[in-house]
C-alpha cells in the first residue's frame, strides 16, 4: 500500500467520526496547553530575576568580605594585577548628619568620598552633566532635585499623602521637588553629628557638574552627594565644629570600602576563583545565579511532571477513541489481511491515526499557549496594580515560552499519543481474516 494510500485510509476515518476524534483531539490540545502555560511559569520569573540581577550596574563588582575590606596599598596592586580586573575602586562613606540647601529648598542626603577616575571606569553613563574636574565641583543622585523641597511642597506631599492613605495607598512625592536642570546650580552642605541633627556646622558650598544614572531598582531613592575624595580633610574639619570633646574620641567619621570591578561579566568568576586562591575573602552577586538556575531547575521539572500528568490524562481519551476505531474497522481490518497486507502495515496505519490526533493537539497547543503566555504578561501586571495600587510589576515577566520548552511539550504529547494508539494498532495486527469478514456491516 502507498503511503498516500495509507494516509487515505486514515482520513476517511478521521472524517466519518468527526465529533470523536475532535473532541479527543481537544483533550489532547488542552493537556499539552497545560503543560506549556505551566511551565512557562518558572521560564517566565527565572528570566525576570535573571534580567534584574544582570541589569545592576554591580554585575561585574566583587565585594570583600569580613576584616579584609580594608587594603593596604601593597594589597590594592596585588589584586589589580590579577587579569582582567579593571579597577580596585575604593569609597568613603561619611557617618554624619548631611543636610543639603539650594535657595529656598534643602534636602537630608548623605555623603561619599570617590575617585572619580576610577569610578567613571566602572559606572553607567551619567544621566546628565560631567564627572567633576576640580575639587569645588560635586555630582548628585538621580533623585536629589527630587527630595529638593520647600514648604510648599512639603505641604502638597503631607496633603496627597493623606488622601493616598485614606485609599489604602501611597503617595511617595515623585510629583515634587526641584523640576529643573541641576547642571551649574550651586549647592551648600552643612555637616553635624546624629546626636544633636539640629546643630549644624558653617555651610560649604560646591557646583553640581553631574547627575547619577538611574537605579537599576524602581524603589530606590538615589539622592547622595558625591565629591572627590581629596576633600576628606575638608569635611573633616568641617564636622569637627559640632562635635564635642566627649563623641570626639571615639567617633569613626569615615567608613571606607574597597570593591573590585571585573573587565566584563565573563571574566568574574576566574577572578573570584584566583582571589579566594590568594586567601581573600570575595563575593559576587553573579553567584546568584547559580543557586537560582538549580532553583529554577528543580522548580521547571517539578512544573513538568505536573503538566506531564494532564498530558497521561488526555491520552486515555485517545487510547478510547483507538480502541473504538479497531472495534469499528474489523470487517476492514480482516479485508486488508486477506489482500495481503502484513501486521507491520496495519498496526502503521493506526498509529498513524494516533500520532495525526497528538500532532494535531500540539499545533494548536503551542499557538494557544503563546497567546495565554503573551495576554498574561500585558495582563497580570494591569490587574496587580489595580489590586495593589503598585507598579512594581511592570517588569515582571510572568510567562516565558522558549523553544526548548516548545520542543520537551512536543515531545511528550506527541509520544505520549503514539503509545497510547500502540496497544490497539497491536490489537488490530491479531485480528483473524475469517473472524473479521463474518462479522456483519
Not at 263 to 271: A, N
Not at 294 to 309: D, E
Not at 325 to 344: D, M, Q, Y
Request: glycine share 6%; charged share 20%; hydrophobic share 45%.
Amino acid at each position: 500500500m502507498l503511503f498516500k494510500d495509507q494516509v487515505n485510509f486514515v482520513m476517511q476515518h478521521i472524517k466519518k467520526n468527526k465529533l470523536r476524534v475532535f473532541m479527543t483531539v481537544l483533550a489532547a490540545t488542552m493537556g499539552c496547553a497545560f503543560l506549556i502555560v505551566l511551565a512557562s511559569i518558572g521560564f517566565g520569573l527565572q528570566d525576570s530575576i535573571e534580567d534584574e540581577i544582570l541589569s545592576s550596574e554591580t554585575v561585574t563588582q566583587i565585594e570583600v568580605l569580613g576584616s579584609q575590606a580594608l587594603f593596604t596599598a601593597e594589597e590594592v596592586a596585588d589584586i589589580q594585577a590579577v587579569e582582567n580586573v579593571q579597577t580596585v575602586l575604593k569609597t568613603t562613606s561619611v557617618d554624619a548628619n548631611v543636610e543639603g540647601y539650594m535657595g529656598d529648598r534643602d534636602t537630608f542626603t548623605s555623603l561619599r568620598l570617590v575617585n572619580f577616575n576610577d569610578y567613571a571606569s566602572i559606572a553607567k553613563p551619567l544621566s546628565e552633566g560631567k564627572y567633576p574636574e576640580n575639587e569645588k565641583e560635586v555630582i548628585v543622585g538621580y533623585h536629589f532635585g527630587q527630595t529638593l523641597l520647600n514648604e510648599a511642597d512639603r505641604k502638597l506631599i503631607e496633603e496627597k499623602s493623606k488622601a493616598a492613605e485614606a485609599e489604602g495607598t501611597y503617595y511617595d512625592g515623585e510629583e515634587e521637588g526641584y523640576k529643573e536642570s541641576l547642571i551649574g546650580k550651586e549647592i551648600e552642605i552643612a555637616l553635624g553629628t546624629h546626636e544633636q541633627p539640629d546643630v549644624l556646622s558653617e555651610r560649604m558650598t560646591y557646583t553640581i557638574v553631574g547627575v547619577m544614572p538611574e537605579p537599576a531598582y524602581e524603589w530606590a531613592v538615589e539622592n547622595r552627594i558625591y565629591m572627590m575624595d581629596e576633600q576628606r580633610e575638608v569635611v573633616e574639619n568641617t564636622y569637627n565644629q559640632v562635635v564635642t570633646e566627649e563623641g570626639a574620641s571615639d567617633f569613626q567619621l569615615f567608613s571606607e570600602r574597597f570593591d573590585i570591578y571585573a573587565e566584563s561579566l565573563e571574566y568574574v568568576k576566574p577572578i573570584l576563583e584566583e582571589l579566594r586562591e590568594k586567601g581573600y575573602g570575595v563575593y559576587s552577586v553573579t553567584e546568584q545565579l547559580d543557586e537560582l538556575n538549580v532553583f529554577f531547575l528543580v522548580l521547571k521539572a517539578g512544573l513538568v511532571f505536573v503538566g506531564t500528568i494532564a498530558v497521561l490524562i488526555a491520552s486515555i481519551g485517545i487510547f478510547n477513541t483507538m480502541t473504538m476505531a479497531v472495534t469499528e474497522r474489523t470487517r476492514e481490518i480482516g479485508v486488508l489481511k486477506a489482500i495481503g497486507a502484513s501486521p507491520k502495515l496495519i498496526q502503521r496505519l493506526f498509529l498513524m491515526e494516533s500520532t495525526f490526533i497528538g500532532v494535531i493537539g500540539t499545533v494548536l497547543a503551542i499557538a494557544i499557549s503563546y497567546v495565554i503566555s503573551f495576554a498574561s504578561n500585558a495582563l497580570l501586571p494591569l490587574i496587580l496594580k489595580a489590586a495593589t495600587g503598585e507598579d512594581g510589576f511592570n517588569n515582571v515577566q510572568f510567562s516565558a515560552i522558549p523553544w526548548q520548552l516548545v520542543v520537551i511539550a512536543a515531545a511528550i504529547s506527541i509520544g505520549v499519543a503514539m503509545i497510547s494508539g500502540l496497544r490497539p494498532a497491536r490489537k488490530a495486527t491479531k485480528i483473524e481474516v475469517m473472524q473479521a469478514l463474518r462479522q456483519e456491516l
